[in-house]
């Protein structure tokens, strides 16, 4: 009844009666309104929910660019010019926002870090060489870290500091226990929220900080993010360098490329593009990310990596900068201050609170800079060289040498001493920055490397066939180092014999290329200029 069919120019249309009551019709119409507002609540959420499930990784990466090594040069700098160097950490912080960019598209694509990159696709004397490198940067990280928790220690619960030098050996022991690099993802969580808990202190303390300064001046620190000519003086840019250089550190960029294969792998097991090797073969297994996982997790990681660096890194770098250039302005004897004279001067210029908060951001800094530093060490041996040595042995072996020269100069220097060591170490560092910049910005632009196989076949890294139709083969994979291993390269072979694989290319585009070029060079000059002049003998306060 409630139908009626009308035939035109041979078409049939079918009218529909609508029979519903006019008292309910404009419900139904609010209802229509109603979906797509329901439809963007249900998007976002979903976003918001996927995004907290990588939140982790650009925290631990945050790390890198508080450790105790920039309070130092953060305090000379709000001291000598307020807060017009504040610029330079937002750029600091630009640069390795594209720096750490580069890590991840590098780790997700090829399914390995920097320096199994380097093993892989650099000439074995080159290799050898960016390793030494390297290495001799993990180990100057590492000073800043025994010399942050050190001095914290001491002046919180009135430690010795060559005893608090050996107990920095500590968290190397529990980190090297549990640590499992290709292990499921639910262990790597628990690091993260480690990590992220003493990210958290930090930020609490120095919120605390900043409340204890009286009569901020907003007007001036938002003139502090903008570019001003005091900026291009000498001691300007001496201290421009100092905080680049303890901004953007060589071993975040092996931790950046190194953290995002843990997603990656536990969407392709998930999904069946991967089966999860037995304890005893993890460590043998080289894993390829899928294209489906790399499109499922590329841009979260890379928005989760940016909102950690610009609001974790900037706030802790620019809340020290800050109650440095208000409480410590114009006063000389904070230029050449170390870090017992900066607790000193807080303690007596602020309040004894101040002073003590100022210390346990230092000690959750050490700590979560170790933490960071000993996962960085592990990445940077077993890529480079593949050892067959027991992590937890090497790494004790590389903090050892860490702590010796920290330990002898504890016992017979004293708290002098390792403020020099903590100088001498932010200057290595920033010497060393090119040589680890330079691997990653070639292979990042490289067609041959960054590309994946348009393929959702799955695979499986026990078997050394897979029959599918006939139409796929998986062999062995081989290293360049001629190391066999588990797992599979899959070939798609057409019914004539012929290869045809279809590769999607994901290198650098034209941007990315020249904004790394831009970068590595000006980071480059920069650091050169700094070490030159500390040469040349010029009066620098790192």
């Known amino acids: 009844m409630g139908t009626n069919t009308v035939n035109r120019n041979e078409s049939t249309y079918r009218v529909v009666s609508d029979t519903t009551p006019l008292y309910q019709r404009g419900s139904m119409t609010d209802a229509t309104s109603v979906r797509p507002m329901k439809s963007i609540y249900n998007r976002v959420k979903s976003i918001l929910v996927k995004y907290g499930k990588f939140i982790g990784p650009g925290l631990m990466v945050s790390v890198a660019y508080m450790d105790p090594g920039n309070y130092s040069t953060s305090v000379s700098g709000g001291a000598a010019y307020e807060y017009k160097l504040l610029f330079v950490i937002f750029m600091s912080n630009i640069f390795a926002v594209f720096l750490q960019i580069f890590c991840i598209k590098l780790g997700s694509v090829t399914g390995m870090d920097l320096a199994q990159c380097c093993r892989e696709y650099l000439p074995p004397w080159l290799n050898l060489l960016v390793y030494v490198m390297t290495e001799f940067a993990i180990i100057a990280t590492d000073l800043a870290e025994v010399v942050g928790t050190a001095i914290s220690l001491n002046i919180l619960f009135n430690v010795p500091l060559f005893m608090g030098v050996l107990l920095t050996i500590v968290d190397v022991l529990v980190i090297l226990m549990a640590y499992r690099p290709n292990g499921p993802l639910k262990l790597f969580r628990y690091f993260e929220y480690f990590v992220?808990?003493?990210v958290v202190l930090v930020v609490?303390?120095?919120?605390?900080?900043l409340a204890y300064v009286k009569h901020l001046d907003t007007i001036a620190i938002l003139k502090g993010f903008l570019p001003s000519?005091?900026?291009l003086e000498t001691d300007?840019?001496?201290l421009a360098c100092g905080?680049?250089?303890a901004t953007v550190m060589p071993h975040s960029l092996y931790l950046g490329s190194g953290l995002v294969q843990p997603r990656l792998r536990d969407y392709d097991i998930k999904h069946g593009y991967f089966e999860q090797p037995s304890k005893e073969l993890e460590d043998n297994v080289v894993y390829k990310p899928s294209i489906h996982a790399i499109r499922s997790s590329l841009s979260y990681s890379i928005a989760e990596l940016i909102?950690?660096?610009f609001t974790v890194a900037v706030f802790v770098n620019g809340a020290i900068l800050i109650v440095a250039g208000a409480s410590l302005h114009n006063q000389p004897e904070a230029m050449d201050a170390d870090l017992f004279s900066i607790y000193e001067m807080l303690r007596d210029i602020l309040s004894p609170i101040a002073g003590t908060v100022f210390a346990l951001a230092l000690l959750f800094s050490g700590q979560s800079a170790g933490v960071v530093c000993t996962l960085s060490g592990q990445m940077v041996s077993e890529g480079f060289l593949h050892w067959s040595i027991k992590p937890w042995l090497r790494r004790l072996i590389t903090r050892g040498i860490a702590i010796v020269?920290?330990?002898?100069v504890a016992i017979f220097v004293g708290r002098k001493g390792l403020a020099d060591v903590l100088n001498a170490s932010q200057v290595v560092l920033s010497?060393?920055?090119?040589f680890c910049c330079a691997p990653l910005l070639y292979f990042t632009s490289s067609k041959k490397i960054m590309k994946v196989e348009r393929t959702a076949k799955r695979q499986s890294i026990y078997s050394n066939t897979a029959n599918t139709s006939g139409l796929y083969n998986a062999i062995p994979a081989e290293r360049n180092d001629g190391i066999a291993t588990t797992s599979c390269t899959t070939n798609l072979i057409d019914r004539d014999g012929t290869h045809s694989i279809e590769y999607i290319d994901m290198s650098n585009g034209r941007f990315e290329a020249i904004a790394g070029v831009i970068i590595f060079s000006f980071i480059s000059f920069l650091n050169l200029f700094l070490i030159i002049s500390m040469t040349l003998g010029a009066d620098i306060h790192l």
């Open 243 to 245: 905080i680049l250089g």
């Open 431 to 434: 010497l060393l920055l090119p």
């Open 196 to 198: 992220s808990f003493l």
């Open 229 to 231: 000519k005091e900026l």
């Open 204 to 209: 609490i303390c120095l919120a605390i900080e």
């Open 236 to 238: 300007g840019v001496y």
């Open 405 to 408: 020269p920290c330990l002898f």
């Open 307 to 309: 909102i950690s660096l």
